[in-house]
C-alpha cells in the first residue's frame, strides 16, 4: 500500500452524461447480497399524497351518502307527516262543525217538541197538566228521532205531580196507560200485550229500594212533588217473557235519580234546557245491574210562564258518534270536556272513532300527549244560563269536544317512500363509488406501469450516485415537471442543464485497488471468464464497502475507486478507508483460490495492488 499527499476532494454532478459505469450486480455463489434498494423520496411523497386523496375523497363521498340518505329520509318523513297533520286538520274540522250542528240541531228539535206538547194539551178540552196523555207519542218521537240522527233514543214526558194529586194520578194511569201502551206496542212492533203491561204497572209514583237478581223486590212510594216517567219512547220490551223483570219504569220518579233531580231543578228555575253527565243503568238484557256514562238532557214544557213538566232525553254518544256519517273519519279520539267542578261530577268523557264504530274509553282523557299540537277544539254544548238563577250548589257545565290523532290513524300516512327515495340516494352514491373504483383501479394500474418505469431508472441512478445525491437530483434537478424529473434526472435529452450540484469534502479518502496480473492472466481467458473473476471480486468489494460506509466512485477496467468522508462527513475516514482495503486484500486472496478450480491454476497467483490518497 502507499499513501500520497493530501488535498481536499470534491463532489460533483451535472446535467450532462458523465458515462461512469459500474459493476454492482453479483451472481457468483460467494457474491454478497444485494444493498438494499431505497425509494426515491420525490416517489414516496407522490404516493403517500394520492394515498391520502384517495382516502379523502371517499371519506368525502361516505360523509356526503351519509348525510343525503339521512337527509332525504327526514325529509320525506317530515313530508308525510305534514299531510298526515293537514288532513286531520281538515278532518277534525269537519267532525267537529257536523257535531255541534247535530247538538244544536238536537236542542232545537226537542225545544220544538216540547212547544208542540203544550200546545196539544191546551188543544185537549179535559187536559190539564199533570194529567196530559200525548197521542201517537212513539210515532211522533220516532220522527224526532230521525231529527236528531238517534235510532232509538229514549225520550220520556215528565210532568209534575204534587202530593195532592196523586191518588187522582193513580186513576189517571190505569185509564190512560192502556192507550198509549197499544199505540206502542203497535208502532214499535213489540211482542206483548197490553194485559201483560198492565200487569206490572204500579200506578202509584215510586222508586225502586232494592233490586235482586234483576227483580225489584220492593218498589217505595216517594212523597212531596215527584217527576213520573209517564210517556215513554222506546217502550220498555221484554214484558212477559223469560227476560221479564218483573217491573216497569212506568211511574218511576225520575226525581229519585240524584243528577236528573238536580238537572230538573236547573230547568225549572231558568226554563231552559239543562244537560249532564250521568251514570245510568244499562237498559240492554242482563245488564240492568249495569252503569254506562250517557249525558240527559232535561227541556221544560212550560204553560202560562211555569215549568208543568220535563221531556227528558237520553243522549248516548257511542250512538251519537257512530251515527256522525263524516267519510274517511278514522283512528280518532273524541274528548268530551265538562267545565263543572262540583263534587262527583263527571269531567271527562273519551271515546275512540273508526267509521261506523264508536268505544268508551273511560272517565278519563285517553289521547296521546304527542298529539297536544294537533288537537282540533269545538265548543259543544253552550246553554248560556244565567248563573244567577241557578239554584246554589248546581252547575251546568260548557261541554267542549277535542278531537286528537291515533298512531292508527298516523300509521295510514306511513308509505315506503322515505325508505325508497333513501335507496335511490344511497343507490347513486354507491353508482358514482364503483365508477371512481373502476376509474381509480384504471388510472392506478396506468401509475403502476409508470412507477415500474421510475423504480427501475431509479435503481440505476441510485447505482450511480447516493441515495442523498439522488434525491437532491429529483428535487433540485431539470426544471420541469417532477415526472420529467423522474424520467430524465440527469438533465440529458437534450433538455436544458440544471444548476450542477457541486460540494466540498475536506476530509476524504481515496482508495485505489487494481489486480496485479490481470493483464497477461484475463489475455489467457474467455470474455466469459474474465466477468464472472470480476464480478465476484468488486462484487465482495461492494460488500465490504457497504459494511465500512465508504463510497464507490468507479470501476475501470480491474481498477476499483472508492473513498471515505462523502458524501456523508466522515472524521475517521482515513482509518476507515485502511479497514475497508484490509478486508479487501484478505478477501481477494480467498477468492482466487477459491476460483481457481473453474478459472485455471494462474488465477491464485493474482494479486490486489491498493493506493491510500488522503
Avoid at 196530559?132 to 210515532?139: A, K
Wanted: aromatic share 10%.
Amino acid at each position: 500500500m502507499s499513501k500520497s499527499s493530501s488535498h481536499p476532494s470534491s463532489w460533483s454532478a451535472n446535467g450532462g452524461n458523465n458515462g461512469i459505469s459500474n459493476h454492482d450486480s453479483s451472481t457468483g455463489a460467494d457474491s454478497p447480497e444485494p444493498v438494499e434498494y431505497v425509494a426515491p423520496v420525490v416517489a414516496n411523497k407522490e404516493q403517500k399524497a394520492v394515498d391520502l386523496s384517495k382516502f379523502l375523497v371517499f371519506f368525502v363521498l361516505l360523509l356526503a351518502v351519509s348525510g343525503t340518505a339521512t337527509a332525504t329520509y327526514f325529509l320525506m318523513k317530515d313530508e308525510e307527516y305534514g299531510d298526515f297533520e293537514a288532513s286531520f286538520a281538515g278532518l277534525g274540522s269537519e267532525v267537529s262543525t257536523v257535531t255541534r250542528q247535530k247538538v244544536d240541531q238536537l236542542f232545537s228539535a226537542l225545544d220544538a217538541y216540547s212547544v208542540f206538547i203544550a200546545s196539544e194539551a191546551k188543544a185537549e178540552l179535559n187536559s190539564n197538566w199533570p194529567f196530559v196523555h200525548v197521542s201517537d207519542f212513539s210515532m211522533k218521537t220516532e220522527k224526532i228521532a230521525a231529527l236528531i240522527g238517534l235510532e232509538r233514543p229514549v225520550l220520556v214526558i215528565t210532568p209534575f205531580v204534587k202530593q195532592e194529586e196523586k191518588d187522582r194520578w193513580a186513576s189517571f194511569v190505569l185509564e190512560s196507560a192502556p192507550l198509549w201502551y197499544q199505540e206502542s206496542i203497535d208502532n214499535e212492533g213489540i211482542n206483548a200485550t197490553v194485559e201483560e203491561y198492565m200487569n206490572l204497572t204500579r200506578p202509584f209514583v215510586h222508586h225502586f229500594a232494592t233490586i235482586e237478581n234483576e227483580t225489584v223486590t220492593v218498589p217505595t212510594r216517594t212523597p212531596g212533588t215527584v217527576s213520573p216517567n209517564w210517556q215513554r219512547y222506546p217502550l220498555q220490551p221484554g214484558v212477559g217473557g223469560k227476560n221479564s223483570k218483573g217491573f216497569l219504569v212506568t211511574c218511576y220518579d225520575l226525581q229519585a235519580i240524584p243528577a236528573v233531580a238536580d238537572l230538573i231543578k236547573i230547568s225549572n228555575s231558568t226554563l231552559r234546557p239543562s244537560i249532564g253527565f250521568t251514570r245510568l243503568p244499562d237498559t240492554r238484557p242482563g245488564r240492568i245491574d249495569k252503569f254506562v256514562v250517557d249525558s240527559q238532557i232535561v227541556q221544560p214544557i212550560t204553560d202560562k210562564g211555569n215549568a208543568v213538566g220535563m221531556l227528558w232525553l237520553r243522549l248516548p254518544w257511542l250512538e251519537f258518534f257512530q251515527n256522525l256519517n263524516v267519510d274517511g273519519i278514522f283512528g280518532t279520539i273524541a274528548v268530551i270536556r265538562s267545565n263543572c267542578e262540583i263534587d262527583d261530577a263527571i269531567r271527562v268523557l273519551s271515546f275512540t272513532i273508526d267509521g261506523l264504530r264508536a268505544d268508551f274509553l273511560g272517565e278519563f282523557d285517553a289521547h296521546d300527549p304527542k298529539y297536544d299540537d294537533q288537537v282540533v277544539s269545538e265548543v259543544l254544548v253552550n246553554l248560556n244560563l244565567n248563573s244567577e238563577d241557578i239554584p246554589e250548589g248546581l252547575c251546568v257545565p260548557l261541554l267542549t269536544l277535542d278531537l286528537y290523532p291515533t298512531d292508527a290513524l298516523a300509521e295510514t300516512f306511513q308509505t315506503s317512500k322515505p325508505t325508497l327515495y333513501t335507496i335511490v340516494v344511497v343507490a347513486i352514491f354507491a353508482f358514482t363509488s364503483l365508477v371512481f373504483t373502476l376509474y381509480d383501479y384504471l388510472v392506478g394500474r396506468r401509475q403502476r406501469k409508470f412507477m415500474e418505469r421510475i423504480v427501475k431508472q431509479d435503481q440505476i441512478v441510485s447505482n450511480v450516485f447516493p441515495a442523498a445525491i439522488r434525491d437532491r437530483l429529483y428535487e433540485s434537478g431539470p426544471k420541469g415537471s417532477q415526472e420529467d424529473a423522474l424520467f430524465d434526472p440527469l438533465g440529458g435529452g437534450g433538455g436544458t442543464a440544471g444548476s450542477p450540484l457541486a460540494d466540498l469534502f475536506p476530509e476524504t479518502t481515496i482508495v485505489f485497488a487494481d489486480i496485479a496480473g490481470f493483464t497477461a492472466w484475463s489475455s489467457a481467458r474467455e470474455p466469459a471468464q474474465v466477468f464472472i473473476l470480476l464480478e465476484t471480486i468488486y462484487g465482495a468489494f461492494d460488500k465490504h464497502a457497504n459494511r465500512h460506509s465508504v463510497f464507490k466512485v468507479e470501476t475501470v477496467g480491474d481498477c476499483y475507486v472508492a473513498v471515505a468522508g462523502l458524501p456523508e462527513p466522515n472524521k475517521e475516514h482515513a482509518a476507515t478507508v485502511c479497514r475497508f482495503a484490509r478486508d479487501c486484500v484478505k478477501t481477494m486472496q480467498q477468492i482466487t483460490v477459491k476460483l481457481e478450480v473453474t478459472l485455471g491454476p494462474d488465477t491464485s497467483e493474482l494479486d490486489l495492488r491498493v493506493g491510500i490518497h488522503r
